[in-house]
């Protein structure tokens, strides 16, 4: 499965702590805007979810903090999706410095699908399932 760029962005005076590096908070922010980003490439976008009235919930997610990043770093996530099954998937986030290539942290995600009215997990579709585990390098 190849790794989609997902992400690519700057780390902000404001996303800070005390000890001058990004803040927890912002690594999972980052994450989840790349994570978006990933599930629409697979076909998981905004309109494909209110047409068919599904959700996604993400169930589970593991963070690793490798390296420590800083004000004006430039970060890049690289997402892939390593496991889809029948109601859940599984996406991996690698979180690189920009300027030095160095792995800063990663995310583990699991997610499922749910309809909207019953409120219930669903089968992930066919076309989104083929989508996840057989996604490509965007070309822009």
Avoid: W
Wanted: glycine residues 4%.
């Amino acid at each position: 499965m190849n790794r989609i760029l997902s992400y690519k962005g700057a780390v902000l005076t404001h996303e800070c702590d005390s000890n001058g590096h990004m803040n927890v908070m912002y690594y999972i922010n980052k994450f989840e805007i790349a994570g978006r980003t990933y599930l629409s490439h697979c076909g998981l976008s905004r309109e494909y979810l209110a047409q068919n009235k599904i959700g996604v919930a993400v169930v589970e997610q593991h963070v690793l903090y490798k390296k420590e990043v800083f004000e004006d770093d430039i970060l890049i996530i690289r997402s892939q999706t390593q496991e889809c099954e029948k109601k859940i998937a599984t996406v991996y986030h690698e979180m690189f410095n920009g300027e030095t290539d160095t792995l800063s942290a990663t995310m583990k995600v699991k997610f499922i699908l749910f309809d909207l009215e019953t409120r219930k997990s669903i089968i992930v579709p066919p076309d989104l399932a083929y989508n996840l585990q057989n996604s490509a390098e965007d070309p822009s």
